[in-house]
């Protein structure tokens, strides 16, 4: 080991030591402490082994920055690069990354055993919504009372909701008993980033729709303030929790 590495090392294992962090961000141009490093170019040639002070002289001809992108290579590999550029694609990328990135998330919707035909639709409209994008569904069903004592009813009913929405979903979670309440968990056929990606397809459909027919919306509004049928609008968004009572 050389004098120069000794003295590297000798000097971040006393700064760990002292409480100090090692920083993750990689060395460049006068921070890199090596007599050679294998030289990578601008568009990815193989420059060879070269002289530390050499590399450091490249960068300074095209302008560009010296980055060790492997410390732990003998010697280490160094980039022509624009470092500042560099990091910033690399935040962008990051960042659509977590955009991008699926949680899932279960929903839940409660039901009594003896619901309201209405109410039952309605409530099945948000399972169908859940589903579509991707989510998970818990169905509760309360009992009360004499109903504790009846409780095929809320299997049947838990049953027919599976049933119902089938081409959007399975039985994950076979309905059980829990107390008062009968569960059951509904998951999604389609995977959330399926959800995600085909929501995003329709919002730039609708987008594009619109400025290529800006009268449209303008006609539709002036309709609306005539007193002609008002335009459609989209359900509003649920929050993750959707807790619902009969």
Known sequence: ??????AAVR????????GGSISTEPRINDRIRVPE???VGPSGEQVGIVPLAKALELA???????????????????????????????????REARKNQAHTVIKEMKLRPKIDPHDYDTKKGHVVR?????????????????EQSRPELGY???????TDVEDLGF??????QDGRNMIMVLGPHKKKTEAMAE????????????????????????????????????????????????
Do not use: H
């Open 156 to 162: 049947r009913l838990l049953q027919r909701l599976a």
């Open 199 to 246: 929501a995003r397809e329709a919002q730039a459909a609708r987008k594009a729709d619109a400025k290529a027919n800006p009268g449209r919306s303008q006609n539709a509004a002036e309709e609306g303030a005539a007193g002609g049928a008002p335009a459609e609008a989209e359900p509003a968004e649920t929050p993750a929790e959707a807790s619902a009572e009969a």
């Open 11 to 18: 000097q971040t294992a006393v700064w760990c030591y002292r």
């Open 171 to 176: 039985i994950e979670s076979n309905p059980k």
């Open 60 to 94: 300074q001809e095209y302008d560009l920055d010296l980055v060790e992108v492997a410390a732990s290579a003998r010697p280490p590999v160094c980039k022509l690069m624009d470092y500042g550029k560099f990091k910033y694609e690399s935040a962008m990328k990051a």
């Open 37 to 39: 490093v294998r030289l």
């Open 130 to 146: 859940f589903l579509k994008q991707g989510d998970k569904v818990k169905i509760t069903i309360m009992f009360r009372g004499r």
């Open 1 to 6: 080991m050389s004098s120069e590495t000794y």
